[in-house]
């Protein structure tokens, strides 16, 4: 039965509106007398917020990181570069723990203590639910370690692709790159040379000259990390030290696991590289030496006084002994006796007067009797070391040392404390009071009160905190001694020598950012501190050009994956027609340039992929399974 409502005939739909309805005429008259209320916008807020994000926004780029580094030189090196190449991209680097987005933690697997407070860092970030990625030899020797489950890895030869693996972190997915660097099937030294990187001090250039070793020491862990040796060739290192003293640096560090090992691999050796290298050090600038274990320094002992008695070459080198005891040294597979050590020493000693020899020596190796110790107190008694660093024994897992059986810990503990009794029982430099000496200033002391500088001799002189001297040659009298350090006077009459090279870099300047590196991130780099409202808006927009890139990444990744799923819809329906198919995963290289396809053949799992020689230099990595995508 029709309603009532529908008993009235309707000429058209506007004959809906009642009569009641305000006309068209009234709500224009209505409209006249509406004032929009002004909203007053804090202008400072707005610039705040424009310039940072979310807190929660998974937008890569913009993030703060704070990196922590435990370990040797050769670590420092590597943080540095991975400092520079993330600062480069965008991300803010902070020393502020706290207020960072992402911890990315850089490992030592030399101790026990320095792989707790790293386990203990990780445990800290995770109760603060920082995003965490890991790097360094502890994750790199042993990536199934239960506490690094689930958590992103950049491995030791990786770190050129440290901004890809941040960026998937930040966006929740969980990355590992172990892979090793690889030309024509040969080990490379590792990740490029002339990368962006930050100092945490821009008067030192620490520089990498090979990575691994020769030996297989029985205590090492950093072995299994590091691999077997891998140099750089000679013309990249000398490339990479033009560029450091260009860049205002006054002194050169060169390091490795062992740098008396260089170029055994590549038919060179330490003496050719250090003969190139003094050609293009400037003078006031100086060159230091990393440590080189004994056998590979003997058959180069002529050649290596010579070039330490170069007047741009530090007098110095630190040959670690471990023991005196030639049994201890057999069982640690150390490769020579404490014979083949003092000839070294006692060579040096005689050819390059002055020269200061460091050493290491570990104290409670497995099998370590009262005697083998003794021999080793009266190697320290004899030769009186200036630098000596006393290590109590700690048994590294997955090495041979940790399965012998152990020296009692509280005979360790006892044999360290000796030691270490011995070494401060002399003062090396109480005969250098009076002296007058030239030294390299470069850096500030523990307790702000002085500068820091070192001889020729590379012994440490605390001089007045006079700004005029950083980065200065200074000559000083010696006034003072210390068991670890001189205090030294400026001479009043004598020129503050200003070496020839460049000013140095701010600290936290970005340097080596080559063109090659500006036009591979399309151009969108700022080297410098945003300090005012101009800079802040030009790395805003320079983070909005970022982040339309990345829109069109995820947008082409989308489409890829779209296209692949359609491809192997299509593969099965022409198995099912023709009975036979070939398949084939596709992954996508992603860079400033665009997106290639690159074809692999199924092998089963993405790790296999991420450490077969064929990973690729910048990928959009998702979690995977044997299957596809998690």
Same mark, same amino acid.
């Given at each position: 039965?029709?309603?009532?409502?529908?008993?009235?005939?309707?000429?058209?739909?506007?004959? +809906?509106?009642?009569?009641?309805?305000?006309?068209?005429?009234?709500?224009?008259?209505s409209?006249?007398?509406?004032?929009?209320?002004?909203?007053?916008?804090?202008?400072?807020?707005?610039?705040?917020?424009?310039?940072?994000?979310?807190?929660?926004?998974?937008?890569?780029?913009?993030?703060?990181?704070?990196?922590?580094?435990?370990?040797?030189?050769?670590?420092?090196?590597?943080?540095?570069?991975? %400092?520079?190449?993330?600062a480069?991209?965008?991300?803010?680097?902070?020393?502020?723990?706290?207020?960072?987005?992402?911890?990315?933690?850089?490992?030592?697997?030399?101790?026990?203590?320095?792989?707790?407070h790293?386990?203990?860092?990780?445990?800290?970030?995770? /109760?603060?639910?920082k995003?965490?990625?890991?790097?360094?030899?502890?994750?790199?020797?042993?990536?199934?370690?239960?506490?690094?489950?689930?958590?992103?890895?950049?491995?030791?030869?990786?770190?050129?692709r440290?901004?890809?693996?941040?960026?998937?972190?930040?966006?929740?997915?969980?990355?590992?790159?172990?892979?090793?660097?690889?030309?024509?099937?040969?080990?490379?030294?590792?990740?490029?040379?002339?990368?962006?990187?930050?100092?945490?001090?821009?008067?030192?250039?620490?520089? @990498?000259?090979?990575?691994?070793?020769?030996?297989?020491?029985?205590?090492?862990?950093?072995?299994?990390?590091?691999?077997?040796?891998? @140099?750089?060739p000679? $013309?990249?290192?000398?490339?990479?030290?033009?560029q450091?003293?260009?860049?205002?640096v006054?002194?050169?560090?060169?390091? @490795?696991?062992?740098?008396?090992?260089?170029?055994?691999?590549?038919?060179?050796?330490?003496?050719a590289?250090?003969?190139k290298?003094?050609?293009?050090?400037?003078?006031?600038?100086?060159?230091?030496?990393?440590?080189?274990?004994?056998?590979?320094?003997l058959e180069?002992?002529?050649?290596?006084?010579?070039?330490?008695h170069?007047?741009?070459?530090?007098?110095?080198?630190?040959?670690?002994?471990?023991?005196?005891? $030639?049994?201890v040294?057999?069982?640690?597979?150390?490769?020579?006796?404490?014979?083949?050590?003092?000839?070294?020493?006692?060579?040096?000693?005689?050819?390059?007067?002055?020269?200061?020899?460091?050493?290491?020596?570990?104290?409670?190796?497995?099998?370590?009797?009262?005697?083998?110790?003794?021999?080793?107190?009266?190697?320290?008694?004899?030769?009186?070391?200036?630098?000596?660093?006393?290590?109590?024994?700690?048994?590294?897992?997955?090495?041979?040392?940790?399965?012998? /059986?152990?020296? #009692?810990?509280?005979?360790?503990?006892?044999?360290?404390?000796?030691?270490?009794?011995?070494?401060?029982?002399?003062?090396?430099?109480d005969?250098?009071?009076?002296?007058?000496?030239?030294?390299?200033?470069?850096?500030?002391?523990?307790?702000?009160?002085?500068?820091?500088?070192?001889?020729?001799?590379?012994?440490?002189?605390?001089?007045?905190?006079?700004?005029?001297?950083?980065?200065?040659?200074?000559?000083?009298?010696?006034?003072?001694?210390?068991?670890?350090?001189?205090?030294?006077?400026?001479?009043?009459? %004598?020129?503050?020598?200003?070496?020839s090279?460049?000013?140095p870099?701010?600290?936290?300047?970005?340097?080596?950012?080559?063109?090659?590196?500006?036009?591979?991130?399309?151009?969108?780099?700022?080297?410098?501190?945003?300090?005012?409202? %101009?800079?802040r808006?030009e790395?805003?927009?320079?983070?909005?050009?970022?982040?339309?890139?990345?829109?069109?990444? $995820?947008?082409?990744?989308?489409?890829?994956?779209?296209?692949?799923?359609?491809?192997?819809?299509?593969?099965?329906?022409?198995?099912?027609?023709?009975?036979?198919?070939?398949?084939?995963?596709?992954?996508?290289?992603?860079?400033?340039?665009?997106?290639?396809?690159?074809?692999?053949?199924?092998?089963?799992?993405?790790q296999?992929?991420?450490?077969?020689?064929?990973?690729? #230099?910048?990928? +959009?990595?998702?979690?995977?399974?044997?299957?596809?995508?998690?």
């Amino acid at each position: 039965m029709p309603s009532a409502s529908c008993d009235t005939f309707l000429n058209d739909i506007e004959d +809906i509106v009642s009569q009641e309805d305000s006309k068209p005429q009234d709500r224009h008259f209505s409209r006249k007398h509406v004032v929009p209320k002004v909203r007053r916008r804090n202008t400072q807020k707005y610039l705040q917020e424009e310039n940072s994000p979310p807190s929660d926004s998974t937008i890569p780029g913009i993030q703060k990181i704070w990196i922590r580094t435990w370990g040797c030189s050769h670590n420092n090196s590597d943080g540095e570069y991975m %400092a520079g190449q993330l600062a480069a991209y965008g991300y803010k680097i902070t020393e502020n723990a706290s207020d960072a987005d992402l911890w990315l933690l850089n490992s030592c697997t030399v101790k026990n203590p320095a792989e707790d407070h790293f386990r203990n860092s990780i445990k800290k970030a995770q /109760e603060e639910n920082k995003k965490i990625v890991l790097a360094g030899c502890v994750p790199q020797a042993q990536p199934r370690q239960d506490y690094l489950k689930g958590l992103s890895i950049i491995g030791v030869q990786q770190i050129d692709r440290v901004v890809e693996v941040v960026e998937e972190t930040i966006k929740g997915h969980s990355v590992r790159l172990l892979g090793q660097k690889k030309d024509n099937g040969k080990r490379l030294g590792g990740a490029r040379l002339d990368l962006p990187k930050i100092r945490k001090n821009p008067l030192i250039e620490i520089i @990498s000259i090979n990575t691994g070793c020769l030996n297989a020491c029985t205590y090492c862990k950093t072995k299994h990390a590091r691999g077997n040796l891998a @140099s750089y060739p000679i $013309d990249e290192l000398v490339d990479r030290a033009k560029q450091s003293f260009q860049e205002g640096v006054c002194e050169i560090w060169l390091t @490795s696991e062992d740098t008396g090992a260089y170029g055994r691999d590549i038919g060179s050796s330490l003496p050719a590289l250090l003969w190139k290298l003094v050609e293009v050090i400037p003078e006031g600038a100086m060159l230091r030496l990393g440590m080189t274990n004994p056998p590979y320094i003997l058959e180069h002992l002529e050649e290596m006084a010579k070039i330490l008695h170069h007047p741009r070459v530090y007098a110095f080198l630190h040959i670690p002994v471990q023991s005196a005891s $030639d049994t201890v040294l057999m069982e640690m597979k150390r490769e020579y006796c404490v014979a083949d050590f003092k000839r070294v020493v006692d060579f040096l000693k005689d050819k390059v007067p002055g020269i200061t020899i460091a050493t290491d020596i570990i104290c409670g190796f497995p099998g370590e009797t009262d005697q083998d110790f003794q021999e080793t107190v009266k190697l320290v008694e004899e030769y009186k070391f200036p630098s000596l660093f006393i290590n109590q024994f700690y048994p590294r897992p997955g090495t041979p040392a940790a399965k012998m /059986e152990q020296v #009692p810990a509280q005979v360790k503990k006892q044999r360290t404390k000796e030691l270490s009794r011995i070494f401060h029982s002399y003062n090396p430099y109480d005969h250098k009071i009076g002296q007058r000496q030239q030294v390299l200033v470069t850096e500030e002391s523990f307790d702000s009160k002085f500068y820091v500088a070192h001889n020729r001799f590379y012994e440490q002189v605390l001089v007045p905190k006079n700004p005029t001297f950083m980065g200065k040659m200074v000559e000083v009298d010696i006034y003072e001694s210390g068991k670890h350090f001189m205090k030294g006077q400026p001479v009043s009459d %004598a020129k503050v020598y200003t070496p020839s090279i460049s000013k140095p870099l701010a600290r936290g300047e970005v340097s080596g950012l080559t063109e090659e590196f500006r036009n591979r991130l399309g151009n969108h780099l700022n080297s410098v501190p945003h300090t005012s409202a %101009a800079n802040r808006r030009e790395s805003a927009s320079s983070r909005m050009v970022l982040r339309l890139q990345r829109l069109h990444q $995820d947008f082409a990744l989308k489409m890829s994956v779209g296209l692949a799923l359609f491809a192997l819809l299509f593969a099965l329906l022409v198995k099912m027609c023709y009975g036979k198919v070939y398949m084939e995963t596709c992954v996508w290289n992603v860079s400033p340039s665009g997106m290639h396809r690159k074809s692999l053949p199924m092998k089963g799992s993405w790790q296999h992929f991420e450490n077969s020689e064929e990973s690729p #230099p910048s990928l +959009i990595t998702h979690k995977l399974s044997k299957t596809g995508f998690v």
